[in-house]
């Protein structure tokens, strides 16, 4: 368990890393929705930025929890998963208000890849944008504070694996 423990926390790493880079990106033209160019960047940067912390937590989830994903129903399930404290399994992930934003994002998400126009609702965008923010300023706290869960278990597992 110990090695699948460090495994995970490496993975959860190069998530942070992946996801402060396309924040980066995002910032660079997270002001432009006016601009039907700009904005389609900026829908495309909210989707990578959900993707990336889906598949963080999905990883969390196949590890913790048994993920699974063969039913309509399961980005929605995932995230929701990820807010519950599961006695002697694992804390929380993530906390209510990232859930929130994260949630919103998801739908956006659906949105811009089920798009079928080059043109998207200004207004629908900006929330999306202002909910991504909001997720920027929460992710960092609730990620490390579920990294320092693994260290302690994985401290656990180093006395529970000696002779």
Not at 4 to 12: A, F, G, H, T, Y
Not at 123 to 148: C, N, P
Request: proline share 4%; hydrophobic share 40%.
């Amino acid at each position: 368990m110990n090695a699948r423990l460090r495994l995970l926390k490496s993975e959860i790493r190069s998530d942070l890393d992946g996801i402060a880079e396309a924040y980066a990106r995002l910032n660079r033209f997270g002001g432009r929705l006016d601009q039907p160019d700009k904005a389609i960047v900026v829908g495309y940067y909210l989707n990578v930025i959900y993707g990336l912390f889906e598949s963080m937590l999905g990883r969390i989830a196949s590890l913790f929890d048994g993920q699974t994903t063969d039913h309509p129903s399961w980005h929605a399930q995932l995230l929701h998963r990820m807010t519950l404290d599961v006695p002697d399994v694992r804390p929380a992930v993530i906390g209510d208000a990232l859930y929130r934003s994260l949630d919103e994002m998801r739908r956006f998400r659906h949105l811009f890849r089920n798009a079928y126009i080059l043109d998207f609702d200004p207004d629908r965008l900006a929330i999306a944008l202002k909910h991504a923010s909001r997720a920027a300023m929460l992710y960092q706290r609730d990620v490390e504070r579920f990294l320092d869960f693994l260290d302690t278990l994985a401290r656990g597992s180093d006395s529970d694996d000696r002779p």
